[in-house]
């Protein structure tokens, strides 16, 4: 668990270490969601995707060609969220 301290600004400083694993970098924006108890969840911002820019993504990328079935395996974890 990490320890932040609130400034009397209330401002946060969030360690380098901390904004990696939430894959955040400067000039990202950060969401916040309120919870009950007390509680928050913090999470890196993601804007909305489109399939145009996912596949604009792959272009030029490789030399291998890849089946129908490659390419909906891939795509289909890929907005699952897995790598």
């Known amino acids: 668990m990490t320890t932040l301290t ?11 270490d901390v904004l990696q694993h939430l ?3 400067p000039g990202d924006k950060i969401e916040l969601d309120l ?5 928050g969840m913090l999470k890196a911002a993601r804007p909305g995707q489109s ?27 890929a907005w699952a969220g897995k790598k």
């Open 51 to 77: 399939i145009q820019g996912f596949v604009g993504l792959l272009a030029g990328r490789t030399k291998k060609v890849a089946t129908i079935d490659e390419i909906n395996e891939a795509t289909a974890q």
């Open 23 to 25: 894959g955040i970098k």
């Open 35 to 39: 919870l009950p108890d007390g509680r």
């Open 6 to 16: 609130v400034t009397e600004r209330g401002q946060v400083t969030f360690r380098k």
